[in-house]
C-alpha cells in the first residue's frame, strides 16, 4: 500500500480553448474537474492502475467535502484531516498546441494545532505502508522543516519515503535522509543554486542533492526525459510523445509509476517514464491506465552524451 502527503489539496478545473486571447469572451472546447494537488494526483495514477493507495490531506469547506468526495468515486481511501479553512480551488486553460495557463489559489491556512493533527495522522497510518509519498508546498501556517518532521515520523513508522517539494522545504528535510526526492529541472538547479544546461550538469546536480541526505534523486527534465541518480550509478530514461496536451499532473503519473514498480533501480525508471510520457498525451490532470502507457527506453548516463544540452535549460 503507497500512502500519500498532500498538505494543501485542491480541486482542479481544466478548460481546452482554442486559444487564450486576453480580454475576450472565450468558448471551452471541453472542461473537466479533477481532485488536486500533487499528491493526491500520486494516488489517482496508483488507483488508475489498480494499486491500493490511501491520501492523507487536510480538508476545509465544501470544496474539501467535493474533493473527498470525487476521491472515493476513484476507488482512493482518504484519511482526511479536518481544517477551519476552505480547499482551495485552482483554474488551468489549455491550448491544443500544449501551451497551459495555471491559476493556482492560495488555499487555507493551518493552525498549530492543524498542522500537528495532519503529522499525527501521516504517523499512524503510515505503519504497514510499503511508501508514503509527501508531495507539494506548504500551505500557508507550516514551516519549511514540517516536512522534515514528516519525514523523520514515517521512517519511525518503518515506511519508505518519497519526497516532491523544492526550496527550503526540500532542502531541510535532506537531513531526514529521504528514500527519494523527485525534483524536476528547475527545482534542481534551485537547490544546488546554479543553472543546468545539460543532462551532465543535472547528474553533477543529482549527486549534490545524495551528498546532502537524499538516497536517490528521480528528476524529471521534461522534454529530455528523466534521470535517475542512486546507490547503482546515473541512468536516464525517455520516451516518444506524439502530442502534449496537458502537462498537469504528469510529474506526479511518473513518481506513482516509479513507486508502484518498486521504487528502485531502472525498472522503476523505466516505469516513470511510461507514466510520465503517457500522462502529457492526456487532457486536464487525467492519469494514464495501464492501456495508456508507452514504452520508455532506459540507459546508463555512460551511454548518453553528457554534455548535450537541455531542451529548456534552467538559468
Not at 261 to 278: D, P, Q
Amino acid at each position: 500500500m503507497i500512502l500519500t502527503v498532500t498538505p494543501n489539496p485542491s480541486l482542479d478545473r481544466t478548460y481546452e480553448i482554442p486559444a487564450l486571447d486576453r480580454g475576450a469572451v472565450l468558448r471551452a472546447t471541453a472542461d473537466r474537474i479533477d481532485p488536486g494537488g500533487k499528491g493526491v494526483n500520486v494516488s489517482r495514477a496508483l488507483a488508475a492502475a489498480g494499486h491500493r493507495t490511501l491520501a492523507v490531506l487536510p480538508l476545509g469547506g465544501p470544496a474539501g467535502a467535493a474533493l473527498a468526495e470525487l476521491l472515493g468515486a476513484a476507488d482512493i481511501e482518504v484519511a482526511g484531516v479536518p481544517v477551519a479553512g476552505q480547499t482551495r480551488s485552482n483554474i488551468a486553460v489549455a491550448e491544443p498546441d500544449g501551451t497551459l495557463t495555471k491559476i493556482n489559489a492560495t488555499g487555507p491556512e493551518l493552525t498549530p494545532a492543524e498542522s500537528e493533527a495532519l503529522l499525527t495522522a501521516v504517523g499512524e497510518r503510515s505503519v504497514g505502508a510499503d511508501w508514503v509519498a509527501c508531495c507539494g508546498s506548504l500551505p500557508r501556517g507550516l514551516p519549511p522543516e514540517w516536512y522534515a518532521e514528516l519525514v523523520a515520523r514515517a521512517h519511525r513508522a518503518g515506511a519508505r519515503i518519497a519526497l516532491d517539494t523544492s526550496g527550503p522545504s526540500l532542502t531541510a528535510a535532506l537531513r531526514e535522509r529521504p528514500d527519494v526526492v523527485k525534483p524536476n529541472a528547475e527545482e534542481l538547479a534551485q537547490a544546488v543554486g546554479r543553472p543546468l544546461a545539460t543532462l551532465g550538469d543535472a547528474v553533477k546536480a543529482a549527486e549534490e542533492l545524495r551528498a546532502a541526505g537524499a538516497r536517490a534523486v528521480l528528476a524529471s527534465l521534461g522534454a529530455d526525459g528523466q534521470l535517475l541518480v542512486d546507490d547503482d550509478g546515473a541512468h536516464f530514461g525517455s520516451a516518444p510523445v506524439a502530442v502534449v496536451r496537458s502537462n498537469v499532473g504528469a510529474g506526479d503519473a511518473s513518481l506513482a509509476g516509479f513507486l508502484a514498480a518498486g521504487g528502485t533501480g531502472v525498472r522503476a525508471l523505466a516505469a516513470a517514464v511510461a507514466h510520465g510520457a503517457a500522462a502529457v498525451q492526456l487532457p486536464g490532470s487525467l492519469m494514464p491506465t495501464p492501456s495508456d502507457l508507452v514504452p520508455a527506453a532506459v540507459t546508463t548516463t555512460d551511454n548518453v552524451p553528457l554534455g548535450r544540452p537541455l531542451t529548456e535549460p534552467v538559468p
